[in-house]
T-cell receptor, first 114, second 113 residues
Framework: NAGVTQTPKFRVLKTGQSMTLLCAQDMNHEYMYWYRQDPGMGLRLIHYSVGEGTTAKGEVPDGYNVSRLKKQNFLLGLESAAPSQTSVYFC?????????????FGPGTRLTVL | GDSVTQMEGPVTLSEEAFLTINCTYTATGYPSLFWYVQYPGEGLQLLLKATKADDKGSNKGFEATYRKETTSFHLEKGSVQVSDSAVYFCALSDRYNTDKLIFGTGTRLQVFP
């Protein structure tokens, strides 16, 4: 099992550009999450999904969109990137909603917006 | 709202020293408590967890006890190794509002030979 994978690993964007981050899991988990990690702020939840075709807003959803067209994939989109979105992005999945069970994390995507 | 407070790092120790990383929480419900570890260049992985008061979670020589009276979940290890160098995150999940984990800001541990 590959677990949770993320692509790309690194990306540099210019302000106003768009991009999509892909998360894939092979554990048949229903629940998937996107977090951002910033220095001194821990991890903050951007969006999450409780199953194929569903999405919900987390703590910091503004400027991001998500889609869950297939159970194993969870996409995070930035339509018009801003320097404030420079961060490390982590995807996670779990077999129980939220923290009732263990969340499994991908290796992260380091995004820089110039 | 619910929150987690961790001691600021970095924590710098010599190999075989005793480790304590403090974590306290605020929650209105009955949270489950977690410690996650992030090794350099990797994602987070669950280290241990406790789901009710007085439970002790343990793994890889690390331990933490769920103390409801002091709202704490301090991480301890009796003898750290260089390979324990990482960032440690305390987190909680409210059993009745389990749509997310709430993380602390993380504590970096550096262990020197």
């Amino acid at each position: 099992n590959a677990g949770v994978t993320q692509t790309p690993k690194f990306r540099v964007l210019k302000t106003g550009q768009s991009m999509t981050l892909l998360c894939a899991q092979d554990m048949n988990h229903e629940y998937m999450y996107w977090y951002r990690q910033d220095p001194g702020m821990g991890l903050r939840l951007i969006h999450y999904s409780v199953g194929e075709g569903t999405t919900a807003k987390g703590e910091v959803p503004d400027g991001y969109n998500v889609s869950r067209l297939k159970k194993q994939n969870f996409l995070l989109g930035l339509e018009s990137a801003a320097p404030s979105q420079t961060s490390v992005y982590f995807c996670a999945s779990s077999y129980e909603l939220g923290g009732a069970g263990e969340q499994f994390f991908g290796p992260g995507t380091r995004l820089t917006v110039l | 709202g619910d929150s987690v407070t961790q001691m600021e790092g970095p924590v710098t120790l010599s190999e075989e020293a005793f480790l304590t990383i403090n974590c306290t929480y605020t929650a209105t419900g009955y949270p489950s408590l977690f410690w996650y570890v992030q090794y350099p260049g990797e994602g987070l992985q669950l280290l241990l967890k406790a789901t009710k008061a007085d439970d002790k979670g343990s793994n890889k020589g690390f331990e933490a006890t769920y103390r409801k009276e002091t709202t704490s979940f301090h991480l301890e290890k009796g003898s750290v190794q260089v390979s324990d160098s990482a960032v440690y995150f305390c987190a909680l999940s409210d059993r009745y509002n389990t749509d997310k984990l709430i993380f602390g800001t993380g504590t970096r541990l550096q262990v020197f030979p």
